[in-house]
């Protein structure tokens, strides 16, 4: 256990570090964009002294670090910022969506994981045969199809006929059951983007273990193939298949735009498409920030699953 | 016992029979056949002795013995009774509740063989459980009585542990112990003690006989090693190339083999080259001057270690894994710069480190490697893994190098035409030693390390092996530092010893007189766990050690 301590102190700190590299990038990116708010808000009849104005009431013709160091202390108090273009405080604008962002994102994780290495496991038990070739060619060609074709192809069959809305625009009051009723498609085509990745990696470690000797052990000690599978593969596999599941979660908080626009979704990647569109700094970097933090944190989480469950890593002599 | 698992039939009659076997193994998508028809008898409570070099089918027909091929491999013919089952006509469901339930097997590699994510104690349960035969609290007190009578430390806690927490010689003995977990009628012994060092070997071997006297199983016993299955078996068959070469009760096995292939197998181990006279009064090739080193700022692997090598002479390393020999040649290399101490070479000190040396003093200190396999780079064609040295140190190129390769290749009794243009994979593995040692002698040094280059290797290309470094030493007044583990190696070829203990030098002397006693514990301990080709010299060990004496137990009250 204290070798897990001392490895989660550690990690936790390289996150930090990696956050605060990564916050320097966003600003750097931003601050590298053409156009110029104060411009975009007052349309190009500006007279210079307006936006001379203009620029002054929002801070924007400190130097550049200056302007870093204080966004950077604000995110530290958990001080978003103002929306430069909704002149609102941007927590207000992000948690909603950040709300929705998540239930999509555990929503489809809750269906493909289970699914993606149940599938996995049952291809490496019963490899070559017609089940495994099947699950293989329709994760495959679910995956090469392009996001948006696969959610109208899913609205098209499915919306269509009236089983499922097309369109998931929901808000904080919406019932639970109801969420999930509307945001059925959305999530659906997301498994089907997902699955392919995990399900492939989960048949691929256990294959590889399935060739070691200690596999051919419990063969020769007259144990069944799917214990074999659950209790001598599946644990020895863990760390690949977690860290691929972690990525792919990481995925669907961050890259998910053109689902959310498919089906309406209020969803975060569409707030931070906007805030590009309107040259809304602090937006774009706050979102970016949260990005960036939930690819940190999950591939933390990934590496501490990988960690406890391996004792030669935690119970090192 | 369910009916489905077989009756137990008379004693009288044969546990095992198995007739003319024949197995294919499928190699580059054609079916080539492993073994050619075998017939195998054993008895309850009998172990059978199986002999043969590394591809004789040693392992394949152990495993058929259970009913089981591995991928690649398939029984074309034969029949295999197994206490009157016919295990070729049951089907996966039968042979599953017949394997580890009545016949067990124990592999080679435990480290290897043992799921590393599970406790050895959860492993051992898993086949009384899985096969009905025990519950879990009954399984664990049959575990822990194994456990003890198997000289395990704290068989209360053992089995607690995972596979990465006990030591190379317990894991073997835990195996054994899982293979007895349903007490089954046949054990299948593959290589079991191979892997471990002499002094580990022997309380496995002292544990597996016991074990199997106690609870009167049957067994089938897997070595390339003679003087271990002399020790274990009542009677050996000796195998070649899938086909049986003889059988015999394991004394008259040993004292009057029939047939000529066995008797090369015996005659291998007394090959001895004459010991050369010590040399006096001349400047050693190299001399090693109180080397201390290791890896980190903290830990010696090396400890004041001092000796001389002299022109034409081999001196051994010996020592068990973990004694700091590989460390050795490290240091000497010019890999690892030692914290103290020097090496000079013909006198004059070389610098710590290779950068520092020159092209004229690496070139005169080469090596030879343990795995040839993965000393050779398989992408390049034998011409070019010889010429390299040859052009890099010799500045040789054009028709010079191509007749300087083909000379190496004559040297080491290769025929250059048949052999310059193979990639390593296209050559047996005693064949890739032999371009491993052209290698190093391509760049003419006068000193080679030869870091355990047969070990990987069967006795009688070992055999090939040792001769034609002797032959080269003379040719070329060589000298060689040999690093091994194998005191039947050290007898062939060493004309000095230094035995090696923890990173420290326990003894040293010629040949003649390490093989006689007096002598430091260790290499009493070391000398006497080597087993000889006498049945009953296990017994006699200890009977005069006695079972606490020997091993890690003994090596634990020198300290």
């Given amino acids: 256990m204290k070798n897990l301590a001392i490895m989660i102190i550690k990690r936790l700190g390289l996150g930090v570090l990696t956050l605060i590299l990564l916050s320097l990038l966003i600003f750097l990116s931003v601050e590298a964009l053409p156009g110029d708010l104060a411009q975009e808000i007052l349309g190009q009849q500006a007279t210079p002294s307006a936006v001379a104005a203009i620029r002054r009431e929002l801070g924007l013709d400190l130097p550049p670090h200056i302007r870093y160091v204080e966004w950077l202390g604000g995110m530290l108090q958990g001080d978003f910022g103002n929306s430069l273009a909704l002149k609102r405080p941007i927590i207000d604008l992000i948690t909603p969506r950040l709300q929705n962002t998540l239930f999509l994102t555990l929503y489809t994780a809750c269906i493909a994981v289970p699914l993606a290495i149940i599938l996995g496991m049952m291809a490496s038990l019963f490899r070559n045969s017609y089940f495994d070739r099947i699950s293989n060619a329709t994760a495959l060609s679910a995956i090469s199809m392009p996001e948006f074709l696969v959610g109208y192809l899913l609205i098209y069959f499915l919306a269509l006929s009236g089983y499922f809305p097309s369109m998931a625009n929901i808000t904080p009051a919406t019932p639970l059951l109801d969420k999930l009723y509307a945001c059925f498609l959305p999530a659906l085509t997301l498994t089907l983007v997902v699955t392919a990745h995990m399900m492939r990696m989960t048949r691929a470690a256990i294959i590889n273990i399935l060739a070691l000797p200690y596999i051919e052990m419990a063969h020769l000690k007259g144990i069944k193939p799917s214990r074999i599978i659950f209790w001598h593969a599946l644990p020895n596999a863990l760390a690949p298949i977690v860290n691929v599941v972690a990525l792919n979660l990481a995925y669907l908080i961050t890259g998910v735009v053109i689902v959310e626009i498919v089906f309406v979704f209020p969803g975060l990647g569409q707030l931070m498409v906007d805030g590009v569109r309107f040259r809304d700094v602090p937006v774009v970097q706050a979102s970016s920030l949260i990005f960036a933090s939930a690819y940190v944190g999950l591939n933390l989480v990934a590496d501490i699953i990988s960690t406890a469950t391996n004792p030669r890593l935690m119970r090192q002599k | ?559």
């Fill in chain 2, 1 to 559: 016992m369910a009916e489905n698992v077989g009756n137990k039939a008379s004693d009288s009659e044969p546990l095992l029979t198995m007739r003319n076997i024949h197995i294919k193994g499928l190699s580059d998508e054609t079916w080539v056949d492993i073994i050619n028809g075998i017939d195998l008898d054993l008895n309850r409570g009998e172990v059978l002795g199986l002999i043969g070099e590394s591809g004789a089918g040693k392992s394949t027909l152990g495993l058929a013995a259970m009913g089981f091929c591995r991928d690649g491999c398939k029984i074309t013919d034969g029949s295999i009774i197994f206490d009157g089952l016919d295990l070729l006509a049951q089907s996966k469901r039968d042979l599953r509740k017949l394997r580890g339930r009545r016949i067990a097997y124990v592999a080679q590699s435990a480290a290897a063989s043992f799921n590393p994510a599970h406790k050895l104690i959860d492993q051992f349960c898993e086949g009384p459980l899985k096969h009905g035969l025990m519950e879990k609290a009954q399984a664990v007190s049959y575990a822990t009585d194994l456990y003890s009578r198997m000289n395990l430390p704290e068989p209360e806690l053992f089995g607690y542990r995972y596979p990465h927490e006990v030591s190379g010689g317990q894991l073997q003995r835990a195996m054994t112990g899982m293979a007895l977990a349903c007490r089954p009628d046949l054990i299948i012994f593959d290589e079991p003690t191979t892997a471990l060092d002499v002094t580990t070997q022997i309380e496995v071997l002292a544990a597996i006989r016991d074990i199997v006297k106690q609870f009167d199983t049957a067994a089938i016993y897997i070595s390339h090693d003679l003087a271990v299955v002399a020790q274990m078996a009542d009677k050996i068959k000796v195998l070649l190339k899938g086909d049986e070469v003889e059988q015999a009760d394991t004394a008259t096995m040993l004292d009057k083999p029939q047939q000529e292939y066995t008797k090369s197998l015996w005659a291998v181990r007394k090959y001895a080259r004459a010991e050369q006279k010590p040399v006096s009064g001349q400047v050693p090739v190299i001399e090693i001057e109180n080397v201390m080193a290791g890896y980190d700022k903290t830990t010696d692997i090396l400890k004041e270690v001092s000796f001389p090598i002299h022109k034409r002479r081999t001196v051994a390393v010996v020592g068990e894994s973990g004694s700091g020999k590989s460390t050795l040649a490290r240091v000497i290399t010019g890999l690892l710069t030692p914290r103290e101490g020097s090496i000079r070479f013909e006198g004059s000190a070389l610098p710590d480190s290779y950068h520092a040396r020159s092209k004229d003093q690496l070139r005169r200190i080469q090596m030879i490697y343990q795995m040839a396999d993965t000393a050779l780079n398989p992408k390049l064609r034998i011409r070019d893994l010889i010429a390299r040295p040859a052009s890099m140190y010799l500045g040789l190129s054009g028709k010079a190098l191509n007749d300087r390769v083909c000379d190496l290749l004559h040297m080491i009794e290769l025929e250059p035409d048949q052999y310059i243009d193979r990639l390593p994979s296209e050559l047996s593995g005693g064949q890739k030693q032999r371009i491993g040692i052209a290698r190093a002698i391509a760049a003419e040094p006068s000193f080679i390390i030869c870091d355990e280059v047969t070990s990987a290797l069967d006795q009688l290309v070992a055999e090939g092996i040792l001769k034609l470094l002797d032959r080269l030493q003379s040719e070329l007044d060589l000298s060689y530092m040999f690093i091994t583990h194998d005191l039947a190696t050290v007898r062939a070829i060493a004309d000095e010893v230094v035995v090696m203990k923890d990173g420290t030098v326990v003894e040293q002397g010629p040949k003649s007189e390490m093989f006689i006693p007096p002598h430091h514990p260790y290499t009493e301990l070391l000398l006497g766990s080597v087993p000889e080709m006498d049945p009953k010299w296990l017994d006699h060990l200890l009977d005069s050690r006695g079972a606490d004496n020997i091993g890690d137990a003994a090596i634990a009250k020198m300290l």
